[in-house]
């Protein structure tokens, strides 16, 4: 089982600011089959990024992806004070399917 | 625009089976070439893939829990549903069914596949093993 790890647990930042989140894997993912979800308290998860770079529908444009092989990452350009949320990574590139244990992003 | 909408006992007592339904509206079960899965988030914690099922019925299961999980499908009432048996504490958990999006095209002779992730989810519902 692929095992994604995730970095940093918490990220305290100030609104307005670029957050990176950082998702390695423990063997190669085939990055067509890694995915960003958000998700806030008491909410569903919801998908923000589908095969690493493309952002799902209605996702806004300061969310972006980028990565590949075993490292891949988050990128919120300028955070908005919707941000504030945990968010995890997931792969399918081979089963089961695995999440990220989750990224934090706090209010500073 | 598909919906889904989990049903299901909030308190089950240790060694018994865990059931619940996943009712989806707006779209099919049926759809190729959707996946239909199981997530768990027990309370404080990450998400937790417990299986799904594809639109024609096979099944993929998650191996810390597979000799006790099952996933199958209603097409005739567009839902599907999952059992866990010999629940305990640890089962414990938010558990949501979400649709993991497939489409299939042909290019260069070949069909090809992207998966869109799991883009629709039902709100959850709370299982307590007590």
């Known amino acids: 089982e692929i095992v994604l790890t995730q970095s940093p647990g918490t990220l305290s930042l100030s609104p307005g600011v670029r957050a990176t989140l950082s998702c390695r894997a423990s063997q190669s993912v085939d990055s067509k089959y890694l995915f960003w979800y958000q998700q806030k308290p008491g909410r569903a998860p919801r998908l923000l990024i589908y095969?690493?770079?493309n952002r799902a529908t209605g996702v806004p444009d300061r969310f972006s992806g980028s990565g590949s092989g075993t490292d891949f990452t988050l990128t919120i350009s300028s955070l908005e004070p919707e941000d504030f949320a945990v968010y995890f990574c997931q792969q399918f590139s081979s089963s089961p399917r695995t999440f990220g244990q989750g990224t934090k992003v706090e209010r500073k | 625009q598909v919906q889904l909408q989990e049903s299901g006992p909030g308190l089950v007592r240790p060694s018994e089976t865990l059931s619940l339904t996943c009712a989806v509206s707006g779209g099919s079960v049926n759809r190729a070439y959707d996946h239909w899965n199981w997530i768990r988030q027990p309370p404080g914690k990450g998400l937790e893939w417990v299986g799904a099922l594809d639109y024609r019925g096979s099944t993929s299961y998650n191996p810390s829990l597979q000799s006790r999980v099952t996933i199958t499908a209603a097409t005739s009432k567009n839902q599907f549903s999952l059992k866990l048996t010999s629940v305990t504490a640890a089962d414990t958990a938010v558990y949501y069914c979400a649709r993991e999006r497939v489409e299939g095209h042909f290019r260069g002779g070949r069909r090809v596949y992207t998966n869109y992730g799991m883009d629709v989810w039902g709100h959850g519902t709370t299982v307590i093993v007590s």
């Open positions: 095969g690493t770079s």
